[in-house]
C-alpha cells in the first residue's frame, strides 16, 4: 500500500517577500537554500496595484550561500501567470523562444493592470550555476513608483532529496 503523505511532508513553503503595500520601495526576498532540494517555484501574488504605478521588474538571484555570497541574475525558460485569480484559476504560459534549449530570461514584468494576478517561476537545481556551487535563490521585484503595490512572494521547494517526517530547512546552508 502507497504511504500518502500530507503536502508538508514533501514540499517545505518559505516566506520570501511580506505582503505589504511596497509603494516607493524595491523588495529582495529572503534567500533559499535548494541544495536539499530538486525543484524550486517562486510564486508571487499581486492584490491591488494603482493605475499609476511604474511596471515592476521581476528577477531572481542565485548565489553559493543564504546570505546571498556571490549574487548574479538566475535565468528561466518560462513564467506562468493567473490573472484575475478571484474569478479565474487558469495560469497561461510565457516561454523564451528556447524552451526546450538552456534558461536564457532573466526577467518579467508586472504591468499595473496587474491586480490580483499569480506568477510562478519553475527552477530545477540543475538551472543553478552548479559547477561554481551555486544553490541558493533569492526573488526581486523594483519599485512601483510613488504609487501603492499591493503583492506578496514565497518559495515551494520540492522533489527532496531526502524524505524527512519535517523537511529540512531552506533558510540555512
Same mark, same amino acid.
Given at each position: 500500500m502507497r504511504d500518502f503523505k500530507q503536502i508538508v511532508q514533501n514540499a517545505k513553503f518559505v516566506h520570501g517577500i511580506a505582503l505589504a503595500d511596497h509603494n516607493n520601495n524595491a523588495r529582495a526576498g529572503d534567500w533559499v537554500c535548494m541544495k536539499n532540494y530538486g525543484h524550486l517555484t517562486v510564486c508571487i501574488i499581486t492584490g491591488t496595484i494603482a493605475a499609476g504605478a511604474d511596471d515592476m521588474l521581476v528577477t531572481l538571484n542565485q548565489a553559493t550561500s543564504v546570505a546571498g555570497a556571490g549574487a548574479k541574475n538566475l535565468l528561466f525558460r518560462e513564467f506562468w501567470a493567473g490573472t484575475h485569480i478571484l474569478t479565474s484559476d487558469t495560469a497561461v504560459r &510565457? /516561454? @523564451? &523562444? &528556447?524552451v526546450a534549449g538552456p534558461p536564457v530570461d532573466s526577467n518579467f514584468t508586472i504591468d499595473n493592470a496587474g491586480d490580483d494576478n499569480m506568477y510562478f517561476i519553475e527552477i530545477h537545481a540543475e538551472d543553478l550555476d552548479v559547477e561554481n556551487n551555486f544553490?541558493? #535563490?533569492? #526573488? /526581486?521585484? @523594483? @519599485?512601483?513608483?510613488?504609487n501603492s503595490a499591493l503583492y506578496t512572494a514565497f518559495y515551494l521547494l520540492s522533489s527532496p532529496r531526502y524524505v524527512h517526517e519535517t523537511m529540512p530547512s531552506a533558510i540555512i546552508n
Open positions: &510565457t /516561454a @523564451s &523562444t &528556447t544553490d541558493c #535563490v533569492q #526573488v /526581486a521585484i @523594483s @519599485s512601483p513608483g510613488a
